[in-house]
């Protein structure tokens, strides 16, 4: 007997940082909100909800982009510990049809449904179970996708924005595809699409119809699997947390509080975010061996560099110490820099991962390096630091009882 369709779901939180800010603050409720950093200082939108989207308002755009759209937009600043005390709770909800839950982001899961739905009433049941009880519990709105496999799904999940649900079975598949475009799939952005329109695909049933070697010809071994997308394919399974696949890379970047082009501080900035890195690396056991910088200049000109070594590091001042030789390949001399990034690639897991202190060939380097993390996870990012970061300021994260949401 032939099994039937698998049956996964895609649930994506709707406005998520700005709807948590709406129930926590009630007088937020109906009004254009918009989740940043320091509504006072450089930063950008980190979230909107949809009454500011109404209004224009996108995710990463600039405060004052935003507010010259929606004047009275209300400017929150970011509560992560909230919004990770949300998510938690989310998941929780989803545990309940279901042990298949892979975390796609903070607001976004899969759901692999096909062993158990029957339990719940079915697929389209289980979802309309999961939007009810997360309205109920979190006073939240989620949208939900139905699906024969996890492309499909967030599909269905980004179509039926805002608190929507929408189920789409093997039969629908081929009409479905004839009508979306194909950026309207995951993975598939910008540059992808605009190589796509020159070969004269833009919808997914023409891209799924178009000669597979002709698109492994372009776009190499991912020519077959756009292949496959176009078609509405995706064999990949619902990991749970615990199978998630390895990181393919890892970085930080920040925008300055001012443009400058003071060799001090922009030096300061790449070690405070070198630092970052390396404990990353070494919390998650990975080390690297390609190191990429990222500057972007006050008129938003962005160059990148990359630079592949000999060996693969894990420590933050030799992650540094490539990154400033980089820097110095790449900066424009006199130019005022608005933001810096940092990242490590090609990367290797349970790299020389010995005992703590307890093995004789551990370096002294690298025991040092183990301490200063277990010091800063016991009392915060930066208890122990570099002097080169002695002068490192960052504003608190302390949001005091008295605080409330700016209203312009």
């Avoid at 399974?237 to 001090?264: C, E, M, N, Y």
């Avoid at 006199?334 to 060939?361: M, Y």
Wanted: charged share 25%; proline share 7%; hydrophobic share 40%.
């Amino acid at each position: 007997m032939k099994p039937g369709p698998r049956l996964v779901l895609h649930v994506d939180m709707d406005a998520f940082f700005a709807s948590v800010e709406q129930r926590t603050y009630p007088f937020l409720r109906g009004r254009p909100v918009g989740v940043c950093g320091d509504p006072e200082g450089r930063t950008v939108v980190a979230a909107a909800s949809y009454e500011a989207k109404r209004r224009g308002v996108k995710t990463a755009m600039t405060v004052p982009a935003a507010r010259r759209l929606c004047p009275d937009i209300v400017l929150v600043p970011g509560d992560p510990a909230k919004y990770i005390d949300s998510s938690v709770r989310i998941l929780a909800i989803y545990g309940e049809y279901t042990d298949l839950v892979e975390v796609f982001s903070i607001d976004e899961a899969f759901l692999d449904v096909t062993g158990s739905a029957h339990l719940h009433g079915g697929a389209e049941a289980v979802g309309r179970a999961i939007k009810a009880e997360v309205r109920r519990r979190l006073g939240l709105n989620c949208s939900v996708g139905v699906a024969p496999n996890k492309l499909v799904a967030k599909l269905a999940s980004d179509l039926s924005k805002p608190d929507g649900l929408l189920v789409v079975r093997p039969e629908d598949l081929p009409a479905l595809m004839a009508a979306t475009p194909v950026e309207k799939l995951c993975g598939i952005g910008p540059r992808t699409r605009e190589e796509l329109a020159r070969l004269g695909i833009r919808t997914c049933a023409e891209l799924g119809r178009y000669p597979e070697r002709r698109l492994v010809a372009r776009f190499g071994v991912n020519g077959a699997k756009l292949s496959r997308m176009g078609r509405g394919e995706d064999p990949s399974p619902v990991r749970p947390g615990v199978q998630a696949p390895d990181a393919k890379s890892v970085g930080h970047s920040l925008t300055l509080a001012q443009d400058t082009r003071d060799p001090a501080i922009i030096r300061r900035h790449l070690l405070q975010l070198s630092e970052q890195v390396g404990r990353r690396l070494r919390r998650d056991g990975y080390a690297g061996r390609t190191v990429s910088i990222v500057i972007r200049y006050a008129d938003f000109t962005t160059r990148a560099r990359r630079h592949s070594l000999a060996g693969h590091l894990s420590d933050g001042y030799r992650v540094y110490a490539a990154g400033l030789r980089l820097f110095g390949e790449l900066y424009e001399a006199g130019r005022f820099v608005r933001l810096l990034g940092i990242s490590v690639s090609t990367l290797t897991r349970n790299f020389a991962q010995a005992e703590l202190f307890n093995s004789p060939e551990t370096p002294a380097g690298d025991m040092l390096l183990r301490a200063t993390d277990l010091v800063n996870d016991r009392f915060g990012e930066f208890a122990v630091a570099r002097a080169g970061l002695i002068r490192r300021a960052p504003a608190s994260r302390v949001i005091p009882p008295s605080w409330r949401p700016r209203r312009d």
